[in-house]
């Protein structure tokens, strides 16, 4: 029995280390990215925060190396005026599969500590010094569709009524196959190049047709901080998934082999199936010796009848003296 378990302990590991192998390793170094700039303030509202009050960074990171970045993950630090850590946090880099030079926004929420004794509810407004750096990245092979642009002159900005900033464009396709998904993820920039909010829209088309165009709308998150009036530029990053075409189902080719059937002729003049010689003679013989088997029988029968005739003819026996 320890043979067998031993033996099956093996083969498992055996199995599992080549699968192991199989496996490509694509985390990347850190220095791949960097941050560009960043900023931060207090959530109004629970936008993207968990509670409203929470500490928000936004920032802009960049692919500064050679490979494809699947996802970069960014980490900061909060510090008050006396130099004490008061929180921390992380997020993903909105952007994914980010060829090299090309950027991506942030934003990460400081949530407090729930297992805090005490909660100061303006915790928030003590923070006098923030430091945000580039914890984790992955390569990637995939890249996004190169052939989704935003044309020139198809994108403007302006102010509403209400004094919300807001971009408006179209992406389009001038490759000549199908897109995947597309959505836009958005940066905007102050006077001194500074982030000040990003957005990040839902699908604006499952697909865009080779030359068609799809149209987008993009405002700061939190943007009832005031940030709308600082804005003075963008940039737009346009993602999309790989176009799957929906495979055409192949014919399934059936071959019907044919099934023989019986039919009674009805013609009267089907000729009779002929008999040979040897079956012929063969019926003769079989006759022929019924034939001898019932006279046998018949003889037999008569010669015990008249027998007994003869026994009922007798003389009866004379009377005694």
Excluded: C
């Amino acid at each position: 029995m320890k043979k067998i378990l031993v033996a099956l302990a093996l083969a498992v590991l055996i199995l599992t280390s080549g699968t192991l192998m199989s496996i490509p390793h694509v985390k990347a170094d850190t220095s791949e990215a960097k941050v560009l700039s960043y900023s931060w303030y207090v959530a109004p509202d629970d936008t993207l925060v968990a509670t409203p009050g929470d500490l928000v960074v936004v920032g802009e990171i960049q692919n500064v190396g050679s490979n494809v970045l699947g996802e970069v993950v960014v980490s900061g630090y909060a510090f008050n005026s006396t130099g004490s850590l008061i929180n921390t946090g992380e997020a993903e880099a909105f952007g994914t599969n980010l060829n090299p030079g090309q950027n991506s926004p942030f934003y990460i929420d400081f949530i407090p500590d729930p297992t805090a004794p005490i909660i100061d509810p303006n915790w928030a407004y003590s923070i006098t010094n923030v430091t945000v750096f580039v914890s984790y990245v992955v390569d990637s092979n995939t890249t996004n569709n190169p052939d989704l642009i935003v044309p020139t002159g198809d994108v403007s900005a302006s102010l509403d009524a209400s004094g919300i900033y807001t971009l408006s464009g179209f992406i389009q396709n001038t490759g000549t196959q199908p897109s995947g998904q597309v959505w836009v993820v958005s940066t905007f920039y102050n006077a001194s190049g500074t982030v000040v909010s990003l957005n990040y829209t839902d699908y604006i088309s499952d697909s865009i047709s080779p030359g068609a165009k799809a149209m987008f709308l993009a405002t700061p998150v939190d943007s009832s901080i005031g940030v709308s009036s600082s804005i003075t530029n963008y940039s737009v990053l346009v993602e999309s998934t790989p176009f799957t075409a929906t495979p055409t189902p192949t014919p399934t080719q059936t071959t019907t082999q044919p099934t023989a059937t019986t039919t009674a002729s009805t013609n009267p003049l089907q000729s009779p199936t002929p008999i040979s010689l040897g079956t012929l003679i063969d019926s003769v013989i079989a006759v022929v010796v019924v034939i001898v088997i019932i006279l046998a029988i018949v003889g037999l029968l008569f010669i015990r009848k008249h027998k007994k005739t003869e026994k009922l003819d007798l003389p009866p026996p004379p009377p005694p003296e």
